[in-house]
């Protein structure tokens, strides 16, 4: 297919391509184990055991190679199982990465307890500023990481600048597109040299699935990804994969509504007496509106926002809403709330990455926007 055909049409085809015994639409789920040979050494299609490959599971990596403009795309049980694969594949015990000062708690306790153990050393930057990144960098570093728009606190990184400090440095750059998802942002035609997904947020969409992945720029890197996943294991199931490709042929449409649902929420926010500060990059006002305004088609949906009174007021406010569900995860179609402190982001405690106890998050999803704002409003009070 194309790489020159719409985001649109890339989301629906790629990759699904008509069952050949029977004509169906959509790539059948394949649950299987094992396949017969044909002889000794004589696969069908390449395909002999399901952990190393699945017809499925191929029909999904394709997908997402092509919607992300990468040359190989590989999904995994969960987006940290891709990430524990990326960080074998590129490290070695001596290594060092820099991270970001913001990003998920779970990338965080990889880093941190996982890997570290293992013998690499990271270093945390602003990824917002190049210079800081650049200072940041020594000449054992192999992995520049950057989440953008990041979570919980929504900061932008400029990646095409990052992606020049790290080819300067001959590190690798790799970037977390989940906030964004590439119907909003193309990491990889900005320099990057692997994207990271958690599928369970916007690729899914419906809160029904698990899931990870990694879309790798040149097809050498990929090949050595592909050689770790399937020597670790940790691959993503038939119909966790069929759930994902479903969710990802209406990921365009989806991801409107949540770029308009959020940008009212962060108005509403701002005028509100009790919020202190909203962090949304869709808000002039916002550090990285301008190169988030340049690297992405729309904001996205996520918002964060602190309160007066501090935590128990932030913990209060999360207690009191009704449209907007009080749990972990976001992308999907419903709205829901958190407090990361306490939730997502309780492993950064403590460590350069903590995040502020007054601060909420919202995944603003596609319900009716008056709803949502009416829901909001009673539950600050």
Sequence with gaps: ????????????????????????????IYQVSTYKQDGVGGLRGGYEYSRSANPTRTALEENLAAIEGGRRGLAFASGLAAEDCLLRTLLHPGAHVVIPNDAYGGTFRLFAKVVKRWGVDYSVADTSDPAAVRAAVNDRTKVIWVETPSNPLLGITDIAAVADVARTAGARLVVDNTFASPYLQQPIALGADVVVHSLTKYMGGHSDVVGGALIAADAELGEELAYHQNAMGAVAGPFDSW???????TLPVRMDRHCENAAKVAELLTRHPKVTQVLYPGLPEHPGHEIAAKQMKAFGGMVSFRVQGGEEAAVGVCNRTELFTLG????????????PGRMTHASVAGSALEVPADLVRLSVGIESADDLLADLTQALG
Aim: net charge negative.
């Design 1 to 28: 297919m194309s790489d020159q055909q719409s985001f649109e049409t890339l989301a629906i085809h790629a990759g699904n391509t008509a069952d050949p015994l029977t004509g169906a639409v959509v790539p059948p």
């Design 328 to 339: 972990e995860s976001l992308g999907g179609v419903e709205s829901l709330v958190e407090h």
């Design 243 to 249: 759930l994902v490709l479903r969710g990802i042929k």
